[in-house]
Each structure stands twice: as C-alpha cells, then as structure tokens.
C-alpha cells in the first residue's frame, strides 16, 4: 500500500499563508497525478488542484490566483502553496495521487489521511 503522509496545516488568520506537504512514503514504480482536496464540514469532498508528471496544472477556481501546487518527482513529493487564505478555505485537506506500485501492477488512487486548515476571520 502507499502511505501519503501530509504536513503543514494549522490555524492562520485571513490573509495569511500556509504550506501544505505531502510525500509517498515507499517507492513507487510511477505516479502520474498528486494532489490536494479538501472537505469542509457538511460538504462533499472537492478538488483543489492537481499535477501531472510532466507539469501541467488543474486549479479549482476558488483557488486560481491564490494557491500553487508543485511537485518534486524525485522526492515523490507534492507541495500547495496557500495564499490569501478565506474563512471559506476552511477543511480538512486530502493530499492524492494516482500511482502504479510496479510495473506489473494497474494504476491505482491513494489518499493521504487528512490535515486541518482553519482561516480564522
């Protein structure tokens, strides 16, 4: 099994900033998308943006502008930078990655177990 293990959420005011971390915690033959989702309290589980390998990016649009996500793919790492933080980003955030163990093995999605971020106003 791949563990994700997740560092970096707190407690920030509005306006603040937060680094979020995420890395696999064994090797790994290929991951091909990381990145982060975030539950609040009473909602569904959304995307709040991804990376693929070779770069590209995918941002939910109530973060455009705010938070970067970047990876290290030596380090099998993923890392979200948070910026102008709202009361509204206010969640549990998920790190994930879609990854294949080894060669011989399908794709398959991972999920980290979760790290709280509050924006206080």
């Known amino acids: 099994q791949v563990q994700l293990v997740e560092s970096g959420g707190g407690l920030v005011q509005a306006g603040g900033s937060l680094r979020l971390s995420c890395a696999a915690s064994r090797s790994i033959f290929s991951i091909n998308v990381m990145g982060w989702y975030r539950q609040a309290l009473g909602k569904q589980r959304e995307l709040v943006a991804t990376i693929t390998s070779g770069g590209s990016t995918k941002y939910a649009d109530s973060v455009k502008g705010r938070f970067t996500i970047s990876r290290d793919n030596a380090k099998n790492t993923v890392y979200l930078q948070m910026n102008s933080l709202k009361p509204e980003d206010t969640a549990v955030y998920y790190c994930?990655?879609?990854?294949?163990?080894?060669?011989?093995?399908?794709?398959?999605?991972?999920w980290g177990q979760g790290t709280q971020v509050t924006v206080s106003s």
């Open positions: 994930y990655c879609n990854a294949q163990r080894a060669i011989w093995r399908p794709q398959n999605d991972f």
